[in-house]
């Protein structure tokens, strides 16, 4: 069965830190492009955070998270791993990773939602203040 499972949200206090986790089963990630996007209760879009190309040498942050979020990956774990550091109550949302195939052109990463092929289901993120 092909799926994406994210792991690692949770609620935490401002300031703190989480990290997300995204693995693959029934196929492998080396030859994806991963994305991470999120989703808050009032937002009408998934917005793209971070992504980043099949053998991990390109990578995009968006603005709002650039400096306190690392994304990386693992192929021979089928994992990609989001690392979010001083987080605010504007990072809560609903948590997505992504993927899609490696040929995608660089400025669809974290733009063109419809190049992904599969998603996971999400994973809760609550940043208190």
């Known amino acids: 069965q092909v799926q994406l499972v994210e792991s690692g949200g949770g609620l935490v206090q401002s300031g703190g830190s989480l990290r997300l986790s995204c693995v693959a089963s029934?196929?492998?990630?080396?030859?994806?492009?991963v994305g991470w996007f999120r989703q808050t209760p009032e937002g009408r879009e998934r917005e793209g955070v971070s992504c980043i190309s099949s053998n991990g040498g390109v990578i995009y942050y968006a603005d709002s998270i650039k400096g306190r979020f690392t994304i990386s990956r693992d192929n021979a774990k089928n994992t990609v791993t989001l690392q979010m550091n001083s987080l605010n109550p504007e990072d809560t949302a609903d948590y997505y990773c992504?993927?899609?195939?490696?040929?995608?052109?660089?400025?669809?990463?974290?733009?063109?939602?419809?190049?992904?092929?599969?998603w996971g289901q999400g994973t809760q993120v609550t940043v208190s203040s």
């Open positions: 992504a993927a899609g195939p490696a040929y995608m052109p660089k400025d669809a990463y974290c733009f063109g939602r419809l190049w992904y092929n599969y």
């Open positions: 029934g196929f492998s990630l080396e030859d994806y492009v």
